[in-house]
C-alpha cells in the first residue's frame, strides 16, 4: 500500500510529522505538502507561475512552494512512480467542522486526491496537543479502507477531540453543521498609516444539534462526515426549471 500524506499547515508541521510515523505502521508513506503554513488555501491551484520542489534532508518529506491542491497534483501527476493507492491529508492544527470545509486546505487536499481517483481522508485536530489521538484513528481508518474500500464518490472528513486516546467515546458518522457568518474584518493600522486588514474570526455555531459534527466532538467522540465531490444541488433542479419556465 502507497500512501501519499499531504496538508494545509505545511511541511515542518507536527501534525504531519505524527501521521507520517503512524502510516508507515500501514503502508509505505511518501510526504509531499506546501513548504509553509497555506491554511484556508481551498482548493486554489497555481497556474501562473512554476511549482518549486525541495527535498528535506532530515525527513525526506517533499516541499512545494505553492498550495495543498498543488501538492497533491504534483505529486500525483509527477513525483510519484508508481502512483500512490490512498490520499491522507493531515493532521490539521485545528478544527474542520461545518462550514469550515469550504475553506479548509487540507479537505482540498484530500478532495484533489479524489479527483485524481483515489481513495481519500482529511483528519483534523480539535486542538494543538493530542495528535497521536489523532493518529490513532487515522491508521485505524486506513486500515478498514485497505480492508474494505468504499465508493469512489466520497471523501472522509474526519475531526477529533483534543483527548487521550482512552477519553474517546468512539466514532460516529455525521453530518456538517453550519456556523452564523463571520465575524467583521479587524481594521488596523500599518507604521505608515494606511488601513490593513485581517480576516475576522468564523462566526459561531448555528446548527450544532444532534447528528453533527459539532455535536460528536462536544460529545467526545470522533466525528465522521462523507463528503461527495459532485456538488450538484440535485433538490433544486426542478424547483429551477420551473423558475426558468415562469421567466418566459
Known amino acids: 500500500m502507497r500512501i501519499l500524506v499531504s496538508n494545509d499547515d505545511g511541511v515542518h508541521a507536527r501534525g504531519i510529522r505524527v501521521l507520517s510515523q503512524a502510516l508507515s505502521e500501514c503502508g509505505d508513506v511518501t510526504v509531499v505538502a506546501p513548504d509553509r503554513n497555506r491554511s484556508g488555501a481551498s482548493h486554489s491551484l497555481t497556474l501562473e507561475v512554476p511549482l518549486r520542489v525541495s527535498r528535506i534532508e532530515e525527513t525526506g518529506f517533499y516541499a512545494v512552494k505553492g498550495t495543498p491542491t498543488d501538492s497533491v497534483h504534483l505529486a500525483v501527476t509527477e513525483l510519484l512512480k508508481p502512483e500512490p493507492d490512498m490520499v491522507v491529508a493531515g493532521i490539521n492544527h485545528g478544527a474542520n467542522l461545518g462550514d469550515d470545509v469550504i475553506y479548509s486546505g487540507t479537505v482540498a487536499a484530500a478532495t484533489e486526491g479524489r479527483h485524481l481517483g483515489f481513495p481519500s481522508l482529511a483528519i483534523s485536530l480539535v486542538g494543538e496537543t493530542h495528535f497521536e489521538t489523532a493518529a490513532h484513528f ?52 500599518d507604521p505608515r498609516g494606511q488601513n490593513i486588514y485581517w480576516i475576522g474570526p468564523p462566526g459561531p455555531r448555528q446548527d450544532a444539534g444532534e447528528g453533527t459534527d459539532f455535536a460528536a466532538i462536544e460529545q467526545g467522540y470522533v466525528s465522521i462526515t462523507p463528503l461527495t465531490i459532485d456538488i450538484t444541488a440535485y433538490r433544486s433542479m426542478s424547483n429551477l426549471e420551473a423558475w426558468l419556465a415562469q421567466q418566459g
Open 138 to 189: 487515522a491508521a485505524k481508518l486506513v486500515r478498514a479502507l485497505i480492508r474494505h474500500p468504499l465508493p469512489s464518490d466520497q471523501i472522509l472528513n474526519v475531526n477529533v477531540p483534543d483527548l487521550p486516546i482512552d477519553q474517546i467515546r468512539g466514532m460516529k458518522v455525521t453530518r456538517l453543521g453550519n456556523r452564523h457568518r463571520a465575524e467583521a474584518a479587524i481594521r488596523e493600522q
